[in-house]
C-alpha cells in the first residue's frame, strides 16, 4: 500500500524512483518534537522512513492546532505521539525515540545522534540543547537544518548550519540564493548560491 502511495509523486520535480529510494534509505535525526517537529510528517509522506526522535516534553492542548495528534494524546510524551502517528501512515517506518531534554552532559548521547542520521534538523527552543546540538554537528562536521521558527526570514527560507563553511546562513529553496546572516544587526545579505 505505501509503495503505491508514494509512487503517485513520481513525474513531478525530482520525484524519481532513484530519490524515492534515496528517501527511503535516509536517516533522519529530529532534535524537538514540537511545532518545528512537523517536518517529520512532510518527509513521511515524500517517502522518508528512517527517523530518530529526541524530545522531553508532553503534547498538550496548544499543540493540536500545528501538529498531526488528537485528544487522546494530550499528556502524552510527543516522541511516542509522533512514533505512533509515523507507523499509522507508514507501517514499514523504522522510529526509534529518547524522552530527553539535552543539557551541557549530553554531548556523548546527542554525537551518537548525529552519527547515525544523514539528515539533522534542529528544533528544540532550549538554548543550552541547541548549542549542544550544534556542536555535536560542528565536530562531526555535519550540516544541521535549523527549524523556521525564526523572526528573521519567512519560509520557503531555511536556515542551515554548515561546518565546512564555518558559519549559519540561510538558503531560500526558490530562489537558490544565500543569505548571510550579520547576528549584531539582524540584516541579511543574499548572495547566488554556486555549488
Same mark, same amino acid.
Given at each position: #500500500?505505501?509503495?503505491?502511495?508514494?509512487?503517485?509523486?513520481?513525474?513531478?520535480?525530482?520525484?524519481?524512483?532513484?530519490?524515492?529510494?534515496?528517501?527511503?534509505?535516509?536517516? %533522519?535525526?529530529?532534535? $524537538?518534537?514540537?511545532?518545528?517537529?512537523? /517536518? #517529520?510528517?512532510?518527509?513521511?509522506? #515524500? $517517502?522518508?522512513?528512517?527517523?530518530?526522535?529526541?524530545?522531553?516534553? /508532553? %503534547?498538550? !492542548?496548544?499543540?493540536?492546532?500545528?501538529? =498531526?495528534?488528537?485528544?487522546?494524546?494530550? $499528556?502524552?510524551?510527543?516522541?511516542?505521539?509522533?512514533? !505512533?502517528?509515523?507507523?499509522?501512515?507508514? =507501517?514499514?517506518?523504522? /522510529?526509534?525515540?529518547?524522552?530527553?531534554?539535552?543539557?551541557?552532559?549530553?554531548?556523548?548521547?546527542?554525537? +551518537?545522534?548525529? !552519527?547515525?542520521?544523514?539528515?539533522?534538523?534542529?528544533?528544540?527552543?532550549?538554548?543550552?540543547?541547541?548549542?549542544?546540538?550544534?556542536?555535536?554537528?560542528?565536530?562531526?562536521?555535519?550540516?544541521?537544518?535549523?527549524?523556521?521558527?525564526?523572526?528573521?526570514?519567512? #519560509? =520557503? %527560507?531555511?536556515?542551515?548550519?554548515?561546518?565546512?563553511?564555518?558559519?549559519? &546562513? &540561510?538558503?531560500?529553496?526558490?530562489?537558490?540564493?544565500?543569505?548571510? =546572516? +550579520?547576528?549584531?544587526? $539582524?540584516?541579511?545579505?543574499?548572495?547566488? &548560491?554556486?555549488?
Amino acid at each position: #500500500m505505501w509503495q503505491a502511495i508514494v509512487n503517485r509523486q513520481e513525474g513531478f520535480l525530482n520525484f524519481t524512483p532513484q530519490n524515492h529510494r534515496a528517501f527511503k534509505q535516509t536517516r %533522519v535525526a529530529v532534535f $524537538g518534537a514540537g511545532g518545528n517537529g512537523v /517536518v #517529520m510528517e512532510n518527509l513521511l509522506r #515524500m $517517502g522518508f522512513e528512517r527517523f530518530e526522535i529526541l524530545d522531553p516534553d /508532553v %503534547v498538550d !492542548d496548544t499543540n493540536l492546532n500545528r501538529l =498531526p495528534f488528537t485528544c487522546h494524546h494530550i $499528556g502524552r510524551p510527543k516522541v511516542e505521539a509522533w512514533r !505512533d502517528f509515523l507507523l499509522d501512515v507508514n =507501517p514499514g517506518c523504522t /522510529v526509534r525515540i529518547h524522552r530527553h531534554k539535552v543539557t551541557c552532559r549530553d554531548a556523548g548521547l546527542v554525537e +551518537d545522534i548525529v !552519527d547515525r542520521a544523514d539528515l539533522i534538523f534542529l528544533q528544540t527552543t532550549s538554548a543550552e540543547a541547541n548549542l549542544v546540538i550544534a556542536r555535536a554537528c560542528a565536530a562531526k562536521g555535519r550540516r544541521m537544518i535549523v527549524g523556521k521558527g525564526t523572526r528573521i526570514v519567512k #519560509m =520557503p %527560507v531555511i536556515q542551515v548550519f554548515d561546518p565546512f563553511k564555518g558559519a549559519a &546562513y &540561510y538558503y531560500n529553496l526558490l530562489e537558490r540564493r544565500i543569505g548571510i =546572516p +550579520d547576528w549584531l544587526t $539582524g540584516e541579511i545579505t543574499w548572495q547566488a &548560491y554556486r555549488e
